[in-house]
Structures are given as structure tokens and as C-alpha cells.
């Protein structure tokens, strides 16, 4: 079938609208006339993911990050970010991206699903989808009171993770708890402001961290990459289920760097 009627599928049901006003998603490279079969699918367009999906024959490939997010001057071999772009169009692989409107529409939903939170409400309002509010993140119940401690267990269990960076005092009792996967630093106030204990996000600095607690919120950084790489799986779902005629396949869950 052809790239723009895969976009079409996608954008049924995650619009570009739902997208922040910062965000670049969409076609970002290559031809909607392309006909594709093969679908490759990962959280960002690094030279070893355009690698593997060059190697795998794939005619597309849709990630969760935007490759090009700042204004480019020009696309040529003297840029680490245009040398992605010319290989994948050297290689007529579509490129797609989805990013802050699955956030809206897809990850806040999967993140509360996974982490099995319950009683839950939207923990930053972004936009009105068919006369409902939508946004970023969640904050619910867990379904028994813990320790903080317990609840880092709980997370690493949960989204299968070896370390976490945790902000508060570890035996501080815990029972709701707000997600917001990715970067996750402007989700304090929201978090605060819903009455949570705990939040899970991803990239908390120093004075982040020791600002949240003094406000009475423990923060669990389970990383940017630790908190989205689960969109992989998810579109593999949704276009098995919407698109059964497509071959997909995903990158290797491989986290980007090492705790020593």
C-alpha cells in the first residue's frame, strides 16, 4: 500500500492537531506515493536504527522522536542529522515521525495501563478530542499503599528497567502517583498540583529533584528513554491490527547509555 495511506490510518486516530505547537511530526522525508510493504519501527532515527532499517529491506520507517526538530539550512553528508536524511532518501525509506500527539492519544493511556494505576485523571490537559479533555500524562491511585522504596521495585518491575534515579526519603509512604513519560521536569507543578506523592518521568536535574521534594512530591527518574521505549511495541500492535497486509518489524530495545 502506499505511505500516505498508512499516514492516513495513523492520522485517524493520532492527528497532527493533538501535536504541541513546538513539535515537527508527520512525513518528514521520503514520498507518500512510495509503495510500501515493510515497516520498521523504534523511538529514534539514529544512524544504527536508518542502518537496520536499510538492512531489513524497509520501505518506512516511524519513530517516536523527530529526527529534524530545529530548522535545517540545508541536507547534505556534512551534518550528523542530513546525513540521516539523505541515507534514507538514497534508500527510498518514507520517514514518519509521531511524537507529542502520541503522547496525548497513545503513551499517557499506555503508561497508566502498564503501571496499573486506577481512579485516573489527566495530569496536563493539552487539547478537547470530541468533547473530551486530553493531554499529557496521568495521575491515579496505586492499588495498595507503599513505601517509596516499594515503589521503585514496583516501577523497575513494571517497565523492566535495571536503575532508576529516585528524589525522597525511600521509606515515605506512597499510594498516588503521577506518569509522565519522556522529559518530565514541567510535569512537577501539574503533579503537585494533583495532590500526587510520587512521579515517574524521565530527565530530572538536580535542582528539579530537590525542588519537587521540598514541595512534598518524591520523583522516580526512570529515564526519557526507560518511559517511551514501550511506544515501539505499541504501534507494532496498532498497525498489526489496523494494517495486517504490513510486515513490521522493531529495533532491538537496547537503552541509550550504561549505569557503571
Do not use: W
Not at 18 to 38: H, I, P, Q, W
Amino acid at each position: 500500500m502506499l505511505c500516505k495511506e498508512i499516514v492516513q490510518v495513523i492520522e485517524a486516530t493520532y492527528p497532527k492537531d493533538a501535536a504541541m505547537d513546538f513539535d515537527n511530526v508527520g512525513l518528514l522525508a521520503g514520498r507518500s506515493e512510495k509503495e510500501v510493504s515493510r515497516v520498521y519501527i523504534a523511538l529514534d532515527a539514529t544512524d544504527a536504527v536508518i542502518d537496520s532499517a536499510v538492512a531489513a529491506g524497509a520501505d518506512m520507517l516511524i519513530t517516536h522522536h523527530p529526527l529534524i526538530f530545529s530548522p535545517l539550512k540545508k541536507v547534505t553528508d556534512e551534518d550528523f542529522v542530513s546525513r540521516r536524511i539523505v541515507k534514507l532518501i538514497q534508500n527510498d525509506i518514507a520517514y514518519y515521525a509521531m511524537h507529542t500527539n502520541y503522547d496525548v492519544l497513545g503513551m499517557a493511556q499506555l503508561s497508566e495501563k502498564i503501571l496499573g494505576i486506577r481512579d485516573t485523571e489527566i495530569l496536563d490537559i493539552t487539547m478537547e478530542k470530541d468533547g473530551k479533555p486530553e493531554g499529557i500524562g496521568r495521575v491515579g491511585e496505586l492499588e495498595k499503599p507503599m513505601t517509596l522504596e516499594e515503589c521503585c521495585l514496583y516501577i523497575k518491575h513494571k517497565l523492566n528497567l535495571g536503575s532508576l534515579k529516585v528524589f525522597g526519603d525511600m521509606q515515605t509512604e506512597v499510594s498516588r502517583l503521577a506518569i509522565s513519560p519522556g522529559s518530565g521536569k514541567t510535569a512537577v507543578a501539574a503533579a503537585v498540583a494533583k495532590g500526587a506523592d510520587v512521579l515517574v518521568t524521565g530527565d530530572i536535574g538536580h535542582h528539579d529533584g530537590l525542588d519537587a521534594v521540598e514541595q512534598g512530591l518524591a520523583v522516580i527518574d526512570a529515564g526519557h528513554y526507560g518511559t517511551e521505549y514501550i511506544f515501539i511495541e505499541d504501534m507494532k500492535r496498532f498497525l498489526g491490527e489496523k494494517l495486517p497486509v504490513l510486515d513490521i518489524m522493531t529495533t532491538p530495545v537496547i537503552h541509550p547509555f550504561q549505569v557503571v
